[in-house]
């Protein structure tokens, strides 16, 4: 009973991998973009989503109207983001 149950539990995890590995390997094929590019874009998002905030917050310390400095600070760590330095 016992061997079944480990037999059991290891052709369930090598269906699981297998499937996941041809998942994978059919969105790749069919163009989607590959795990690594999506967690690239996450992290891209997430820069962004902080920067804005901290524009925002720069923008209510300034009194509504952002200074030269800090528009010059917020737009050279926009173009370090777009250029993937994040």
């Not at 079944?4 to 539990?9: C, E, G, P």
């Not at 052709?11 to 094929?29: C, M, N, Q």
């Not at 917050?57 to 050279?76: E, I, P, S």
Request: hydrophobic share 50%; aromatic share 6%.
């Amino acid at each position: 009973m016992k061997a079944l149950a480990v037999a059991v539990s290891v052709a369930f995890a090598v269906s699981a991998s297998t499937a996941t590995v041809a998942l994978s390997t059919a969105a790749i094929a069919a163009g989607d973009s590959s795990p690594v590019k999506s967690y690239h874009a996450e992290r891209k998002q997430y820069a962004l989503r902080i920067l804005r905030e901290e524009g925002l917050k720069l923008q209510a310390a300034d009194g509504g109207k952002l200074t030269d400095a800090h528009r010059a600070y917020l737009d050279k760590k926009l173009k370090a983001i777009l250029a993937g330095n994040f």
